[in-house]
């Protein structure tokens, strides 16, 4: 009788032995699971949809300040179009770096943008840089960002090839483009 209580109890200890190495296992496949780059990225969406808008960005082309902007909003453009950002004058080749912390949706050349990038970050909004003369080095989509990180540089390309290099600014949401001027005039002194 006690032989059977020991083969028993050996059973049921490897058997919890066996279902330990199998929790252990799908925990150390879940750590890794979470600290992959596409979680991560789920992560940063989920976080910067339920984060608000931010009032104040910095200045996205490096060196210049606030006060240096005009407000270009609304501006006639041709064809019936209103101006739908900023336009931020600077030397080609200026840096030109995301004012939010974000996840770039676009790198490409195409359109009145010409090269272009696009960074949704918080409030669900996306940042458009626009007329860039280069995109930095590795820029992808995907790519996570904070504010400060190099997109690109100040140039003149899409619709506004031979005139002055500068960085269009725009930002959108699901309820269309928002004047960045104000914005970037709340947070004077800041860099991103």
Request: hydrophobic letters at 40%; zero cysteines; aromatic letters at 8%.
């Amino acid at each position: 009788m006690s032989s059977r209580r020991s083969k028993s109890l050996a059973r049921r200890v490897a058997r919890i032995a066996w279902n330990l190495l199998w929790l252990a296992v799908a925990g150390l496949a879940l750590l890794w699971a979470w600290q992959h780059p596409a979680a991560q990225r789920t992560r940063l969406l989920w976080e910067l949809s339920r984060s608000p808008a931010p009032d104040a960005l910095p200045v996205p082309v490096q060196g210049v300040a606030a006060q240096r902007i005009a407000d270009t909003w609304g501006s006639a453009r041709g064809n019936g179009r209103g101006h739908e950002g900023v336009d931020i004058f600077a030397p080609r080749g200026t840096p030109v770096a995301s004012t939010t912390r974000g996840i770039v949706t676009a790198v490409r050349e195409r359109g009145l943008g010409g090269r272009q990038v696009w960074v949704r970050g918080p409030g669900n909004e996306w940042h458009y840089y626009a007329h860039l003369d280069d995109w930095a080095p590795g820029l992808a989509v995907g790519d996570m960002v904070e504010a400060g990180t190099l997109l690109g540089t100040v140039g003149d390309t899409g619709n506004a090839r031979g005139t002055p290099p500068h960085l269009h600014y725009g930002i959108y949401s699901g309820s269309g483009a928002t004047n960045p001027f104000p914005r970037l005039q709340g947070a004077q002194g800041r860099s991103p």
